[in-house]
C-alpha cells in the first residue's frame, strides 16, 4: 500500500526576499555609477570652460557631438 503525498502548504519567501534585496542593491550600485559618471563629466566640462573651449564643454554636457551643439 502506497501513501499518498501530500504538497507542502507552506512557500518559503526567502528566495523572493533574496531576489528583492539583490535588485536592491543592484539598483543602488547603478545609482552610485551614475553619480560618479556625472560628477566625472562635470569636472570635465568645468576645466575644458576654464581652458576657453567653450563649445566642447557644452557638447561634453548635453551628451552630444561637437559639431551638433550650437556656438555659444
Not at 526567502?14 to 556625472?38: D, N, R, V
Amino acid at each position: 500500500m502506497a501513501v499518498a503525498y501530500r504538497q507542502p502548504t507552506f512557500k518559503n519567501p526567502l528566495p523572493a526576499m533574496f531576489k528583492w534585496f539583490g535588485t536592491f542593491l543592484m539598483s543602488i550600485f547603478m545609482g552610485i555609477i551614475a553619480a560618479g559618471e556625472q560628477a566625472g563629466r562635470s569636472r570635465a566640462a568645468a576645466e575644458l570652460s576654464r581652458q576657453g573651449y567653450y563649445k566642447e564643454a557644452k557638447a561634453l554636457i548635453l551628451g552630444k557631438s561637437i559639431d551638433e551643439v550650437d556656438d555659444v
